[in-house]
Nanobody, 123 residues
């Protein structure tokens, strides 16, 4: 089992920055791969980006070059640094985790989810 708790959401002006955190407990953090997702009102949940247990990352085209995912295994914490925020980035952001299959790096299915944190970007 992995428990995930997000923090760092809030209200920010367009063009500004925000850093979200996701603190994990329950399983060796360094062995899990993780991702960030977001869901805007009336829309389906959208993939934002992912980081492997080894620190490799990839991103959705909509955030590439503006968002950066990182992890600190000593603190069991995942981060999402969001720069150059736009009004369309407004959403509830959630982190998720999985124990990847042997020999793989990323999650195919995310088994564990946080409760989400609201990010509102004002234009």
């Amino acid at each position: 089992q992995v428990q995930l708790v997000e923090s760092g959401g809030g209200l920010v002006q367009a063009g500004g920055s925000l850093r979200l955190s996701c603190t994990a407990s329950g399983r060796t953090f360094s062995s899990v791969s993780m991702g960030w997702f977001r869901q805007a009102p009336g829309k389906e949940r959208e993939f934002v980006g992912a980081i492997s247990w080894g620190g490799m990352t990839y991103y959705a085209d909509s955030v590439k070059g503006r968002f950066t995912i990182s992890r600190d295994n000593t603190k069991s914490t995942l981060y999402l640094q969001m720069n150059s925020l736009k009004s369309e980035d407004t959403a509830v952001y959630s982190c998720a985790a999985c124990q990847p299959l042997p020999g793989t790096y990323y999650c195919v299915v995310y088994n564990y989810w946080g409760q989400g944190t609201q990010v509102t970007v004002s234009s």
